[in-house]
Nanobody
Framework: QVQPVESGGGLVQAGGSLRLSCAAS????????MGWFRQAPGKEREFVAT????????YYADSVKGRFTISRDNAKNTVALQMNSLKPEDTAVYFC???????????????????WGQGTQVTVSS
C-alpha cells in the first residue's frame, strides 16, 4: 500500500514556474506507476502526466507537453512535477496518484490508479 502526500502548490504569475512534490509512504513504492492529475472548479479531474515504476517511461497530456516534466526517485519514495511557462488555464488542484503496474507501464486514466493524495492548489494569475 502507498499513501501519496503532495506539496509545493501556490500562487504564481503567468510564465512562472512551480515544482510539485509527492512523498509516498510504503515499502513498495518502486512497484507503482505514478501520475499527476488536476481538477479545476466545475470540471472533471484530468490527466496531466505519468511515469512508469522504473522511471524510464513518461507520458504527458498534450496541454502540458514541453512545459511540464515528471520525475521520480525510488530511493526516496518521491515523485515530482516541474511546471514551467505556467498559464492561467493551469490553475487547478493537482493530485498525485499511485497505480500498481508492471515495471515499464504507463497509466493514463483515473480508474487505473489505486491511491490518491489530498491535492495541492496551484493558482496562476494573468
Amino acid at each position: 500500500q502507498v499513501q501519496p502526500v503532495e506539496s509545493g502548490g501556490g500562487l504564481v504569475q503567468a510564465g512562472g514556474s512551480l515544482r510539485l512534490s509527492c512523498a509516498a509512504s510504503g515499502r513498495t513504492f518502486s512497484g507503482y506507476a505514478m501520475g499527476w492529475f488536476r481538477q479545476a472548479p466545475g470540471k472533471e479531474r484530468e490527466f496531466v502526466a505519468t511515469i512508469s515504476a522504473s522511471g524510464g517511461n513518461t507520458y504527458y497530456a498534450d496541454s502540458v507537453k514541453g512545459r511540464f516534466t515528471i520525475s521520480r526517485d525510488n530511493a526516496k519514495n518521491t515523485v515530482a512535477l516541474q511546471m514551467n511557462s505556467l498559464k492561467p488555464e493551469d490553475t487547478a488542484v493537482y493530485f498525485c496518484a499511485a497505480g500498481s503496474a508492471s515495471y515499464n507501464s504507463l497509466l493514463r486514466t483515473t480508474s487505473q490508479y489505486n491511491y490518491w493524495g489530498q491535492g495541492t492548489q496551484v493558482t496562476v494569475s494573468s
